[in-house]
């Protein structure tokens, strides 16, 4: 039997006691969260593995309203985030963490997400140093799963992304539900709870078409610069990946008891930034996100609810988010932006069904969200100055047991990289630090751990 | 050395002729002095259509006895032995006619057992048709009882509206009339322009034109439902002009000449034919968008009945009226278009409510070859 | 007196001699000597193909009832235009996903029943068999269409024994060629625009595009898509190392109906068009401004652009004083003008006299673009203006900056240009404010949806502005002003020269683009000779090799 709480701790469990029950699994738990796929098990026996995602969604908050006063646990919500009442036990807050640029210039919308996804400032606008935290974890967990990683953008818009090895190498984002559920559900999907399975001889064919291409095209090698040859490097590296998916097809699909294909496709999302159609995209997105993961079809996600200079609106009103919070004045009673803070809440209002979602769907003895790290944030503190200081963060879920959540961290000025330090340690990457000039840092966030 | 005369005069010519050239390259051109016109057209499409029935909630005032009776209660108001012998013969109840023909297809030929209930109240909307003030017979018209107008002083005629208006589909929150309001700016074939033109003042112009036109264009909404103004609407030239007539403009409200025979492109309940208008009436008050008034006159029976029964046939039900009691009232009620011979009207004063917006209408430019166009459509 | 007389009648003569010979002789004025300046060249690239390149060559190649709906993954944009960023992108695994769905939905098609027999010049000997005849017939055509150059025979056996094999296995001849299909559209030989060189015969130690490589230049410049056969062929018999074959084959491509397609993508590329994908107005202020709305906007502007530029021969300049365009039932609401148009269709329009448009700033493709979603931007419009016709750089506002001054609508500030005032009066904002709103504020009358409008908030609209000083006090001076600004059509060159070439300009290029602005002002900025001259200079396919590539036995298969 297990207990379904997310108080393990691997002291408790060497007891073989919690609270006062026998727990039926010890110390193969602790094995698995030593081995390299980092995946827990489950009663069944079948593993349940741990999956990383990122959540992001633009123009920060509005402090005072925004900042709960309280630290730790049991945290107060203010208005703004009055929303998350009850999925704030999965979650982990943190605030008054900073993002130092050293001498490059605070590139708006910019160097704000730049930072926190790759531990590093970017010098120009077209700059990314260094491949998002993302991409090693999903090499590390990605393994074993038809996509290496989803990406999603509820703006529709495709170059909302902040998943990237490099600034010509950024990972596209779906941005379409419709489309989702085709790659998803569509033809190709196999139910894994299902007696049978016929591998598609297609499937065959089309892995054999992909071999030959890629040994025929090495003779274009011969010809090319140091940069060309590069880039054919990470074509063949994309191929190859799509070989071992199609690999991964033709055999039989591990078990994902919770795993239900939804019955049929969303509906059709008007295009454009209104908040009433990236609600409902996102919402769309993070169903079939969800079921995609009890799937067992990914292990590592990114959903993008706004860019970080989020023009999304609001009928009736003239102007881009964006635009209102430079330009909206301070209401004289309340003390904030009324018309940016209603965005920001629209934003975290999707945030909760996001939580939300992962917290109903069951796995294994528990739920899908005990077994996911997500980590989320946004771009600056306030976005009518432009502060990077103070940009809110959140974890959600339990890593498997590895994560306390419902703490409200304040940092008290340190590097905002730690969490995303934390976060790729907790996943298992061997990395002793991260993040370059001052963002470098090899502290983890150690209130956090289980 | 003496020059011919030609040559110099050649030469002052050319002088003379360059400096106009340099002098008219340099002054400013002179335009043509015309009036300006102060003459305008309004374009308007219609948009919705509504009966022009007179209501009161549930029909308190203008039904006291209720509804009116449906095809299903005048079917089991016959006696049991009748009507198991149709349904042995025929199969459904809509089939009672003598050779087992849908009731709405031949309504004159069978007798309701229920009685007829008409419209019992004094106000309606309409126009005074027949220009008497008792509604007594004359040598057009049928004696009637007229109504008071709804919409002001005066007495009108809509004896269509004393058969309807206690037909449950056909009040405004009837089936017959919401089906009708959907597909009425739905369709091209349904599509009316209404062009006034040589309007100097808006609001009060003493002669106007107005004309009815067969638009072809869809009626596209904005996101809250309502009718885009400001749209291009082509005359459709393969149908003729629908009607053509004088008006007057006082308080922004407009009023025609009646229009002696007015025939609309008509699409009702999938069924395809016309609406045959006589000594049409028509008042519009026009407002910054669009326009609100009324369309009325005597609705041709013959034409109204092969409508009718093409249309409704298969919503005698969730319209809860019964065709051959209908059709014997119709008959009973009308009042226009006297036959000489027989002395049985052949037309019924009815109304429409009209709703329109600001449009431009389009004629096909010169070039538009119209023959091409019906055949193949471009 | 007689005498005198004369005088007076001779002088008179010769001075109207005098007058017409000067009308005469000015417009036969001997054009300057034009002469190109030498240029290094850049080194050889490797572009990706482009989604509408992509799409127009399988089009070309297979016929239009070929659909092929895959989007590309976004590509950076760099010195203004995508077709630079394709040399440097990275496929990922998420963007090769859709490309390998692509290949096999258009090679299913390819061998499906309807069309294998317009398709496939052969017959297998029998349909359940591999038959590897036919299939290398129809490859070693399909698959020079497809790299753009003939197959090596290493190349030509492996696909042959791909759809051998895998006919083999499937049981069907076309099953098979279908994987072959997809085996080539796949390759990134076929994704990939790779260019090779050669020495220059006439100049040594410079070098040049290869015959091949000058074939896929030229025409995915000027028609967006792969060379046609007739290119190759050209390709093949070295006529485009002549200056006489090249400019037979340049004038073939400039004179097709396919040169549409090239102007069309690069003004897409150059105005970045993209951003309609995403336009949407606020219904409730906008009612009028559908999404069909948006669509045919930006099928407005391009119908013009190139109806004016090719079908007209217009000059460039007048693009931004032009009264002719196309107008679609959608847009007549919008521009609240009658259009005899059925609902969707286009026809010709020219807006009247005293209408308040003319050119391009004044279409609804410009003024709703660079606008929000309820009311307008007049520094988005400069903005959009210096940047993508201008080619001149806005700087980002600094992030410290303090918009408290620039509040929405008061009492006091009800037009745009009030509330824009903080913008002109600080300093600090001035700077840079002076290049975008002096322009944009001239395009006031036209509101965010880019309907006219003469108050706002009932207050009355200014719309005097300037260009560089140049004061102007309408949309219509604007596009005059514009219209002599030399900035505009030397933006214009080094577009298409950047464009055609698929790299960044440096200063070395100075002397040259001098050189094709020019040439283009003496063919009196006509579009088409611009992209004559731009690709038969010597400098277009002139190729830099360093040694590292000189050092690497640098033959690819398909030239042994």
Redesign the interface.
């Known amino acids: 039997m297990i207990i379904k709480t997310k108080k393990f701790t691997r002291r408790r469990v060497l007891r073989g006691m919690l609270e006062g029950s026998a727990v039926a699994v010890t110390l193969p738990f602790l094995d698995v969260f030593l081995n390299d796929e980092g995946s827990a098990l489950a009663a069944t026996g079948s593993p349940l593995p741990l999956r990383f995602g990122t959540w992001f969604w633009g123009l920060g908050m509005n402090p005072k309203i925004f900042v709960p006063r309280n630290i730790g646990m049991d945290f107060d919500l203010p208005e703004e985030i009055a929303v998350l009442k009850d999925v704030k036990k999965h979650l982990n807050l943190f605030t008054n963490f900073r993002i130092p640029t050293d001498n490059k210039?605070?590139?708006?919308h910019y160097s704000g997400w730049v930072a926190l996804r790759s531990g590093a400032t970017p010098s120009g606008?077209?700059d990314l140093p260094n491949e998002s935290l993302d991409m090693p974890i999903a090499n590390a967990i990605g393994g074993g799963t038809p996509f290496?990683?989803l990406?999603f953008a509820a703006?529709?818009?495709?170059?909302d992304s902040y998943s990237f090895?490099?600034?010509?190498?950024?990972?596209?984002p779906e941005i379409s539900a419709i489309e989702v559920y085709q790659k998803l559900f569509g033809q190709e999907f196999h139910d894994p709870n299902s007696s049978s399975f016929t591998p598609d001889?297609a499937m065959?064919?089309?892995k054999?078409?992909?071999s030959?291409?890629l040994?025929?095209?090495k003779?274009?090698y011969?010809?090319?610069?140091?940069?060309?040859k590069a880039?054919?490097d990470?074509?063949y590296?994309?191929?190859r990946?799509?070989e071992g998916r199609l690999e991964l097809q033709m055999q039989k699909p591990p078990p994902a008891l919770s795993c239900l294909k939804p019955s049929k496709s969303p509906e059709e999302i008007?295009?454009?930034?209104?908040s009433r159609s990236v609600e409902a995209r996102h919402k769309a997105m993070t169903d079939l996100l969800v079921m995609a993961l009890a799937c067992k079809q990914t292990n590592v996600f990114n959903m993008l609810y706004s860019n970080s200079a989020s023009?999304l609106?609001r009928?009736?009103?003239?102007?881009?988010h964006h635009?209102i919070t430079?330009?909206?004045?301070i209401d004289e009673v309340l003390g904030i932006q009324v018309q940016s803070s209603w965005f920001l809440r629209e934003a975290f209002k999707s945030f909760a069904y996001f939580v939300d979602a992962l917290a109903r769907q069951p796995e294994g003895d528990g739920f899908l969200i005990d077994n996911v790290l997500v980590y989320a944030h946004s771009d600056n503190e306030s976005a009518?100055?432009?502060v990077l200081d103070g940009t809110p963060m959140f974890t959600v879920g339990g890593a498997g047991g590895r994560l306390n959540t419902g703490l409200h961290i304040d940092g008290k000025g340190d590097v905002a990289t730690r969490l995303g330090y934390t976060v790729q340690r907790v996943m298992g990457l061997p990395i002793d630090n991260w993040g370059s000039g001052s963002l470098r840092t090899s502290r983890e966030i150690s209130e956090i751990l289980a | 050395m003496k020059l011919p005369c030609g040559a110099w005069a050649g030469s002052t010519f050319l002088l003379v002729s360059i400096s106009a050239l340099v002098v008219g390259c340099t002054t400013t051109e002179v335009s043509q002095v015309r009036p300006a016109s102060t003459e305008k057209i309004i374009g308007l499409v219609w948009t919705l259509e509504r009966p022009g029935h007179w209501e009161t909630p549930n029909a308190l005032v203008e039904c006291p006895d209720g509804l009116q009776h449906t095809e299903k209660d005048n079917y089991y108001a016959m006696e049991k032995s009748v009507r198991e012998d149709l349904g042995n013969k025929f199969g459904h109840r809509w089939f009672r006619g003598p050779n087992g023909e849908n009731s709405s297809a031949v309504p004159w030929a069978i007798k309701d057992v229920l009685p007829f209930k008409e419209v019992q109240s004094e106000v309606s909307f309409g126009f005074d048709l027949d220009g008497t003030q008792d509604g007594r017979q004359t040598p057009l018209t049928c004696g009637h009882q007229k109504f008071r107008d709804a919409a002001g002083d005066g007495l009108v005629d809509n004896q269509l509206y004393r058969v309807m208006g206690c037909t449950k589909g056909w009040r405004s929150t009837g089936a017959a009339a919401g089906y009708r309001m959907m597909e009425f700016p739905h369709y091209p074939q349904n599509r009316i322009l209404i062009e006034i033109s040589k309007v100097n003042d808006e609001m009060n112009d003493d002669l106007v034109e107005v004309v009815f036109y067969k638009g072809m264009d869809p009626l596209p909404k904005t996101a809250d439902g309502q009718f885009l103004p400001g749209l291009s609407q082509r005359v459709d030239t393969r149908n003729p002009v629908i009607a053509r007539t004088s008006g007057s403009i006082a308080e922004g409200v407009l009023s025609i000449e009646p229009v002696d025979l007015a025939t609309f492109p008509y699409r009702w309940n999938t069924r395809t034919g016309t609406r045959d208008w006589y000594d049409m009436h028509f008042t519009l008050k026009l407002t910054d968008d669009g326009a609100v008034g009324l369309l009325g006159g005597y609705q041709d029976l013959e034409n109204y009945w092969l409508m009718y029964r093409r249309g409704l046939a298969v919503s005698v039900d969730n319209s809860a009226w019964s065709p051959p009691s209908m059709y014997a009232a119709t008959v009973r009620l009308a009042d226009g278009h006297r036959d000489p011979v027989t002395g049985q009207c052949t037309a019924i004063s009815s109304a429409l409510k009209v709703e329109a917006v600001r449009a431009f209408i389009v004629h096909p430019p010169e070039s538009f070859n119209a023959a091409q166009f019906a055949l193949r459509g471009y | 007196m007689k005498f005198a007389l004369f005088t007076l009648r001779l002088t008179i003569l010769i001075i109207a001699a005098m007058v017409y010979s000067s009308a005469i002789a000015s417009t036969t004025t001997e054009r300057p000597h034009n002469e190109e300046p030498e240029v290094s060249g850049a080194s050889p690239s490797m572009r990706l193909l482009s989604q509408s390149q992509y799409k127009n060559s399988i089009a070309a190649i297979f016929g239009p009832q070929i659909s092929s709906n895959v989007r590309f993954s976004p590509v950076q944009r760099i010195g203004g235009l995508e077709a630079i960023g394709a040399r440097s992108i990275i496929v990922t695994i998420g963007a090769l996903e859709p490309l390998e769905n692509s290949a096999r939905m258009i090679s299913a098609q390819i061998v499906s029943e309807a069309n294998r027999d317009l398709l496939i010049p052969c017959q297998p000997s029998a349909a359940i068999k591999r038959d590897d005849n036919c299939a290398k017939i129809f490859l070693s055509r399909a698959g020079r269409l497809l790299f753009r150059r003939h197959l090596s025979d290493v190349e030509l056996k492996n696909v042959v024994n791909v759809a051998g094999a895998s006919a083999e296995q499937a049981g069907d001849f076309y099953d098979g060629l279908s994987q072959a299909l997809a085996y080539l559209l796949i390759s990134p030989k076929f994704l990939y625009i790779q260019e090779n060189f050669e020495a220059d015969p006439e100049q040594p130690n410079y070098w040049h595009l290869d015959g091949y490589s000058k074939a896929s230049r030229l025409s995915f410049f000027l028609w967006d898509a792969a060379p046609d056969s007739r290119l190759l062929d050209a390709a093949e018999r070295g006529d485009l190392s002549t200056q006489e074959g090249l400019h037979r084959e340049v004038k073939r491509l400039l004179a097709s109906p396919r040169l549409e397609q090239g102007v069309r993508a690069f003004f897409e590329d150059m105005l970045i068009v993209e951003a309609f994908d995403l336009l949407t107005k606020d219904p409730i202020i906008y009612p009028a401004f559908t999404s069909q709305a948006v669509t045919d906007a930006r099928e407005q502007m391009l119908m013009t652009i190139s109806d004016h530029l090719i079908a007209r021969e217009g000059d460039y300049r007048d693009l931004f004083v032009t009264r002719n365009t196309f107008m679609s039932r959608a847009l007549a609401v919008v521009y609240r003008v009658p259009a005899h148009v059925g609902p969707v269709d286009w026809v010709p329009f020219e807006f009247s006299e005293n209408d308040h448009r003319g050119g391009l700033l004044t279409l609804v493709g410009f003024l709703a673009r660079y606008s929000h979603p309820g009311r307008t931007s007049p520094t988005n419009r400069g903005r959009g203006l210096r940047e993508t016709l201008l080619c001149q750089h806005v700087p980002d506002p600094p992030p410290n900056v303090n918009f408290e001054l620039f509040e929405n609508s008061t009492a006091e500030r009800k037009t745009a240009r009030q509330r824009l005032e903080a913008h002109s009066s600080n300093p600090i904002c001035a700077g840079c404010h002076r290049l975008t709103d002096p322009l944009g504020l001239v395009l006031e009358k036209f509101d965010g949806a880019g309907q006219y409008r003469e108050t706002e908030n009932d207050a009355p609209i200014d719309t005097s502005g300037s260009v560089n000083r140049v004061p102007v006090s309408d949309a219509i001076e604007l596009g005059e002003t514009l219209h002599d600004d030399p900035a505009l059509t030397s933006c214009l060159v080094s577009r298409v020269y950047s464009y055609g070439t698929g790299r960044e300009l440096s200063n070395d290029d100075g002397h040259l683009l001098d050189y094709f602005d020019r040439e283009f002002e003496n063919s009196d900025y006509r579009f088409v000779d611009l992209l004559e001259s731009t690709v038969t200079s010597d400098a277009f396919f002139k190729v830099e090799v360093d040694d590292d590539l000189l050092a690497m036995e640098n033959r690819n298969d398909y030239q042994d």
Do not use: F, W, Y
Request: hydrophobic share 30%.
């Open positions: 210039p605070n590139l708006c606008r077209r290496r990683m990406n703006t529709g818009n495709p170059r090895r490099s600034a010509d190498a950024i990972n596209p001889a065959k064919l089309r054999s078409v992909l030959g291409v040994e025929d095209s003779s274009m011969k010809t090319l610069g140091v940069n060309d880039r054919l990470q074509h590296t994309a191929l990946e799509l008007q295009v454009g930034l209104d023009s609106t009928e009736g009103l003239p102007d881009v635009n430079h330009e909206e004045l009518k100055t432009h």
